[in-house]
């Protein structure tokens, strides 16, 4: 029976370590630090810019994936909690305080994208102290990528090493819901800053979906409820919204779900007026849009529309 690979052996990195590996003598790795962290966000913020930026156009990473050993975002999880919040901060005012100085020298500073996105992330196959980095221009974007950008720094070595890698490689990467931070981009360059919990906005929950019409081929759609109450809705949806998940598949309902969330209780709540759905395997019983009715829906649930499309709800 075949071996499944490594994560390194995907990127063509197995032998390069596995030298490494040999002539290393085992000493003990200090554990990655919110200044560690701080300063590798704003070193490929910066090196962003001087590999995209042309002519008199500065251009920039909007989304930053951050990836660690589990047990390095277990430690930030269990004795640092919330300083993820409080590093975005820091890192966007420095994000703003750079362009503002490429403004004031004539340069020409305009986003590719409306926001700013953080995603800590983990990977079982990093030893302690590693971490790696991915950047996208467009937060989210569902266009085709043929590589994506990943700077790893060995253990052995501490020197970054930068690579091309096929996005397929993002499946060995566990995403969490609290590792999630999405930022407004402000045209003035200059930060709202409320205190870390209103300078970041997780949102009251995240959604994410695969799709399984073919014109998306598989890709994940995924959704921060902010508002109290939203619709989650078909192809046919026309309305623009905040508060309007727009899942375009022929298997969706226009309008399929209402959720809404119960600020006194701290629970969310489904009604159903698609054909069918699925909460954890259990049948919801449809309503009408004039006479919902509510059932719970905990959080890390799996929803299922029309026995195809498959939702995740989890906590932002």
Not at 151 to 179: C, H, V
């Amino acid at each position: 029976m075949k071996s499944k690979p490594s994560f390194w052996q995907r990127i063509g990195l197995h032998d390069w370590l596995l030298k490494k590996e040999l002539t290393h003598t085992h000493t003990s790795r200090p554990s990655i630090t919110p200044n560690d962290v701080y300063k590798y966000i704003l070193e490929k913020f910066n090196e962003s810019i001087a590999h995209l930026s042309f002519a008199d156009r500065i251009v920039f990473y909007h989304e930053y994936i951050i990836c660690f050993n589990p047990e390095d975002y277990q430690d930030f999880m269990d004795n640092k909690k919330g300083i993820f919040g409080l590093i975005v901060q820091e890192s966007v005012k420095k994000f703003y305080s750079a362009l503002k100085k490429y403004r004031t020298e004539g340069k020409t500073v305009e986003p590719s994208s409306s926001k700013w996105v953080f995603r800590f992330v983990s990977n079982q196959e990093y030893g302690r102290g590693d971490k790696s980095f991915i950047g996208k221009l467009l937060p989210g974007s569902t266009q085709k990528e043929e590589n994506l950008r990943v700077t790893f720094i060995p253990r052995q070595t501490g020197i970054a090493q930068t690579f091309d890698i096929n996005p397929d490689i993002l499946k060995g990467f566990n995403f969490y819901s609290e590792g999630y931070y999405e930022v407004p981009y402000r045209e003035d360059l200059m930060l709202e800053e409320h205190g870390a919990a209103g300078t970041v906005q997780p949102g009251l929950a995240r959604f994410e979906t695969i799709l399984p019409d073919k014109a998306f081929a598989g890709r994940k759609l995924e959704y921060i409820m902010k508002d109290e109450e939203i619709t989650v809705s078909g192809k046919d949806e026309t309305r623009d919204a905040s508060s309007i998940f727009r899942v375009p598949s022929d298997w969706v309902n226009t309008p399929h779900l209402r959720i809404r969330y119960n600020k006194s209780e701290g629970k969310f709540y489904l009604t159903s007026f698609g054909e069918k759905t699925l909460v954890n395997e259990k049948a919801v019983v449809r309503s009408e849009a004039s006479n919902p009715s509510w059932v719970e829906l905990p959080v890390n649930s799996r929803i299922v529309l029309n026995g195809i499309v498959g939702i995740n709800i989890f906590k932002s």
